[in-house]
């Protein structure tokens, strides 16, 4: 552990933020992005990220009314979709990391018909697709209340 290793908290609800991204799918038997070996990749690879991320995962807190992780898939679903809307840059640069990781995984090349270890496969779109194309241009500042 170093000191820009996320807390215990932190990391639970990035592993479930993660699972909301990439849901795992039954249907091409591919694990989500809250799989154990590739939220570990995920852990890993912060870095350069580690303060968006952070921010990102605050933001989360903040909207979730305590910990994300915590909240029933429903108000998770409630709570991802506001996050979408308004985490701007920081949550941007979460997203690039969780699917940068998901796609080194090589259960998930393969079930995407590519060798593992190929380049980022082009053109295919992620269940949950829209997150892959967060713009982070659309910064805003923040239109959340805090909850009381």
Known sequence: MHHDDLTAEQARDLRALAGTIIPPST????PGADDELIFSDILRSLERDHDDICRALAHLAALAGGAFADLGPERRTEVAATFRETGGAPLAAL????????YRDDRVMRSLGQEPRAPF?????VEQGDWSLLDPVRARPPMYRVVE
Do not use: E, F, M, S
């Open 27 to 30: 249907t091409h038997g591919v």
């Open 121 to 125: 496969p082009k053109g295919h779109v």
């Open 95 to 102: 997203v690039r990391v969780v699917l940068l990781c998901y």
